[in-house]
């Protein structure tokens, strides 16, 4: 039996096609932003889980969550570890593009 394999771009173009899977594939794409720039803020204060957590007094798990998109962090929380990494939290609105 041989099997076909289909190159991730071409698979892609064809999943885009998909009005539910360019949602649902939209909708993370806040999500994975939001983790990344997570990271980026503790990784730039040179810091590990463990300590931001120390910082905002809460769990390394609920950090590791955070960072994992596996929970929906408060505003509170988020200027909690904006504080805790030495940061500050920017929030803004960027007008969408419409065809």
Not at 86 to 96: A, C, D, E, H, W
């Amino acid at each position: 039996m041989t099997r076909k394999f289909i190159p991730v771009s071409e698979a892609f173009e064809e999943w885009r096609k998909d009005p539910e899977y360019v949602k649902a594939y939209d909708a993370l794409e806040e999500e994975f932003a939001l983790a990344s720039a997570l990271i980026d803020a503790r990784a730039k204060a040179n810091m590990t889980q463990e300590q931001v957590a120390e910082r905002m007094n809460t769990s390394q798990s609920y950090i590791a969550k955070l960072e994992g998109s596996r929970v929906s962090p408060t505003l509170k929380a988020l200027k909690r570890y904006a504080e805790a990494t030495g940061s500050t939290l920017k929030i803004s609105f960027v007008p969408r593009d419409h065809p």
